[in-house]
Every structure is written in structure tokens, then in C-alpha cells.
């Protein structure tokens, strides 16, 4: 059970759905306890078994992933979680790639690094996530994609390529992130578009994903102006409307709540000075972590 915890992290990154990762780990278990004690017994290490498992089951959900995000109403995110990833999986890497080609798990879970993996292959995810977050040797990587360790090392190097173009040249520090979220935050409450202009990038772009399950203005918007016109049209429509910064996916965010309930969670990339990117959680379904009080670890 001591594993549940690792096997969390991995599946949230693969899906990009804290729900889904949970019944994954569900399902991994069930698997596990479905052996007799004398084929447990045979498995020498149990951890990276349920890891095999998890990492198969993520690889069918991710291949099956088209044909529900059709059914989806709207713009489809990956899920926000409070905070961020403190923890590490104690494994040693294979030592096939330069240790710069890998991302950190802290890294491995904002919310811009999760959109862009949503834009990857099953496979290329899967070997991405395992070999380069993870450390796991493609070896291992090979049994749970189903390929040649060779081919896995190739899939690794795709994803890596399309990760690293579609990133900021230079991720500024968390401390300047806050600051200018802050400033963000404060041009939105005091509704000055003109300030809330200042702090976008020209070229800024907005996503709002609802499931359909809640009212929403224009589901994507393009453009500082627009962007700041929304924002403060928002406020004008909707009232009570709090805005609070707090930590989304390990970056500094904003919670938007409405007689004290969690209505939207903000995720926000920062390239400078300005914002760039908007992700705004407000389906309902994946704001269940977001209850009022203090900041939880992610599972």
C-alpha cells in the first residue's frame, strides 16, 4: 500500500485527471489482490508490478481519450490540484539520456506542461512520463507500451521535442510569477481594464473549460483586450465574486469563489512580466479538491 501514493502522482500525470487517476490505482490494486498469495509471493518486486499495471491501464485510457474528449462539451483541461508534488520516486535512470533532457516532478505537473502532453501520443506520453519524470529505464518502459526499448527511447525523443517547442525560451522565477499574478489579481478586482491590459501579452490567449455543465461566457478568447474585457465583464455580471492567490499545479494561481464556494480555478503561465496563457477550470466535477480552507498536498 506503501506505493499508492507514487502510483497517484504517475497516473495524474499520464491522464491529466486526478478522478481518473484514482480509479486507476483502484482498478491496479483490484488486479493485485485478484492473485492467489502464492503469485504475489513470486513477484519480486511488487512496487514496479503495480506500476506495469498502472502504467497499461493509463495507456488504454489515453488510447481511448479521442473518442470521449468528442463527447466532451467544450474545451477539455487537465484537472487543477492544490499545490503541487513534494516527493520523489527514489529511482536511479538508466543513464541513456543526458540528465538535462529531464524535467523535475515539480515541473512535470503545471498546468502548461500538462496541456502540452495532452498534445502527444498515448505512447509517446507513457514513454515520456515513465523515462524522463520518472526514471524508469526503457527496459522496463518497453513491457508496459509494448515495444522495443529502442522504439521507446525514440518515442521519449519525440515528446521531448514537442515539449521543448512549444515552451517559453526562459521560465521566469516563482517569486516573479507571484508578482505578477498578484498585480494580475489586483487589476481584476479593482476592474481596470486598462492595467489588466498592461499585464497581458499582446498575443495572450484564454481557455475555460465548463463540461457543459455550467454557464460560461466565450469559452476561448484571444487577445489581451478581449481577455481583460471578459475578465471585467465577469465581475460586472456575476456578484460576490472573490478572487484569492493560491498555489495551482505548483505554480502561483487564483481561486475564484461566490458566497464563499469555489466557482473557478485559474492557472496562469507567466513569460516576463506578462501572462500569456489562461487556463480556467469551471466544471464542477474538477473543483472537488478546491474547498475553502487550507492548501493540500496533492494525493
Not at 481519450?65 to 535512470?93: H, I
Not at 516532478?105 to 509517446?124: N, R
Not at 491590459?197 to 465548463?210: E, H, I, Q, R
Request: with cysteine.
Amino acid at each position: 500500500m506503501s506505493e499508492r501514493r507514487a502510483l497517484t502522482n504517475l497516473a495524474y500525470r499520464l491522464l491529466g485527471s486526478l478522478a481518473d487517476a484514482e480509479d486507476v490505482v483502484q482498478e491496479t490494486y483490484a488486479r493485485w489482490y485478484a492473485m492467489t498469495p502464492e503469485r504475489q509471493a513470486e513477484i519480486a518486486s511488487p512496487g514496479g508490478w503495480l506500476t506495469k499495471v498502472a502504467g497499461r491501464i493509463c495507456l488504454d485510457q489515453l488510447r481511448s481519450a479521442r473518442a470521449r474528449r468528442e463527447r466532451y462539451v467544450g474545451e477539455w483541461l487537465p484537472e487543477p490540484v492544490p499545490g503541487g508534488a513534494g516527493w520523489s520516486m527514489g529511482r536511479d535512470a538508466d543513464g541513456t539520456a543526458d540528465p538535462a533532457d529531464r524535467v523535475t516532478l515539480d515541473e512535470s505537473v503545471t498546468m502548461a506542461f500538462l496541456v502540452v502532453l495532452d498534445s502527444l501520443t498515448p505512447a509517446e506520453r507513457v514513454a515520456f512520463v515513465l523515462h524522463d519524470v520518472f526514471r524508469y529505464p526503457f527496459a522496463d518502459i518497453a513491457d508496459v507500451v509494448g515495444r522495443a526499448p529502442a522504439a521507446c527511447r525514440q518515442l521519449a525523443t519525440s515528446a521531448r521535442r514537442h515539449i521543448r517547442a512549444a515552451q517559453a525560451p526562459v521560465a521566469p522565477a516563482t517569486a516573479q510569477r507571484a508578482a505578477v499574478v498578484s498585480d494580475f489579481r489586483q487589476a481584476w478586482q479593482a476592474q481596470d481594464i486598462k492595467a489588466l491590459v498592461g499585464l497581458l501579452d499582446p498575443d495572450a490567449k484564454a481557455v475555460t473549460d465548463t463540461g457543459g455543465l455550467v454557464q460560461a461566457g466565450a469559452r476561448s478568447l484571444a487577445g489581451a483586450e478581449a481577455i481583460a474585457q471578459g475578465l471585467v465583464d465577469l465581475f460586472q455580471r456575476v456578484p460576490d465574486l472573490t478572487v484569492e492567490e493560491r498555489a495551482v499545479n505548483g505554480l502561483p494561481g487564483l481561486v475564484i469563489r461566490q458566497a464563499g464556494v469555489t466557482v473557478t480555478v485559474m492557472a496562469l503561465e507567466v513569460s516576463g512580466d506578462r501572462v500569456t496563457d489562461l487556463w480556467a477550470m469551471r466544471n464542477p466535477e474538477k473543483l472537488r479538491m478546491w474547498t475553502p480552507g487550507p492548501e493540500a498536498p496533492m494525493a
